[in-house]
């Protein structure tokens, strides 16, 4: 990892290289610098936040669940998936459906292959520990900010991992807090906690939008998973909807 110091010399326009516009699919000159992890970090700060306030939602569940404070301070460091943590907690009975809860968070965390999958143009310029220790820590929250940095240019590479940081110290210690105060805070829906996740996918969604050309496959998302949430049980709706969305785009560019 390399740090960035320099500062950026104006070309004859009086603009800096940063300053300037760059095509959405620039991929050229990726890099892991400490200044990228620094980037993201801050960036996703006020995200982060958010996610905590789910975290508190499934240190409550967890609780009621019957878990303890290290288990599930353990599960939401080393799954960091809000979603199909709480599914699982939600599922949790004695003796313990493991065939059934496995089956559920793999369905519902299918669509991380088509997240990394996006990614996979800037990543394939990183080496294996740089790409999956950022991997790692990838939730929904700070990969949409990193692809809406990697778009514009910023060759920043460590920016997920960096985001990533951030995302994991809030959901853990969200987590932790959620836990202990399980018993007083009650039904988490009593004080709306479990909304905040909702709002904060509204708030990326906007910042995601580029105009018609986002319309269509949104719209096609959308109406994927209706019907598959009316026609499968599970979580299924996830990832029909990403792929059919993904098709769609894919037959477009064509």
Do not use: C, K
């Not at 496959?217 to 059919?244: D, K, N």
């Amino acid at each position: 990892m390399t740090d960035e110091n320099t500062t950026p010399t104006a070309d004859r326009t009086g603009t800096t290289p940063e300053a300037t516009d760059t095509p959405e699919t620039e991929t050229d000159g990726v890099s892991f610098t400490r200044r990228g992890v620094r980037v993201g970090f801050y960036t996703t700060l006020p995200i982060a936040f958010g996610v905590a306030g789910y975290g508190i939602a499934f240190g409550v569940l967890a609780t009621q669940a019957g878990l303890s404070v290290a288990e599930a301070a353990l599960m939401s460091a080393t799954v960091v998936a809000g979603a199909s943590q709480i599914v699982a907690v939600e599922l949790w009975t004695d003796p313990i459906p493991v065939a059934t809860i496995l089956l559920t968070t793999a369905a519902i965390n299918l669509r991380y292959s088509l997240m990394g999958a996006a990614l996979q143009p800037w990543f394939r310029q990183l080496s294996a520990t740089q790409a999956y220790g950022s991997l790692f820590l990838m939730a929904d929250e700070n990969w949409a900010l990193t692809m809406r940095d990697l778009r514009s240019g910023s060759g920043r590479g460590a920016f997920l991992f960096g985001s990533g940081i951030a995302v994991w110290t809030f959901w853990v210690g969200s987590t932790v807090l959620g836990t202990v105060a399980g018993g007083v805070i009650g039904d988490p829906a009593t004080y709306g906690i479990d909304f905040i996740l909702a709002a904060v996918f509204v708030a990326l969604a906007v910042e995601l939008w580029e105009g018609r050309s986002t319309l269509v496959p949104w719209v096609v998302a959308l109406g994927t998973a209706l019907l598959t949430a009316a026609f499968l049980p599970g979580r299924w709706y996830i990832l029909l909807g990403g792929i059919a969305a993904a098709a769609v785009e894919v037959v477009r560019h064509e």
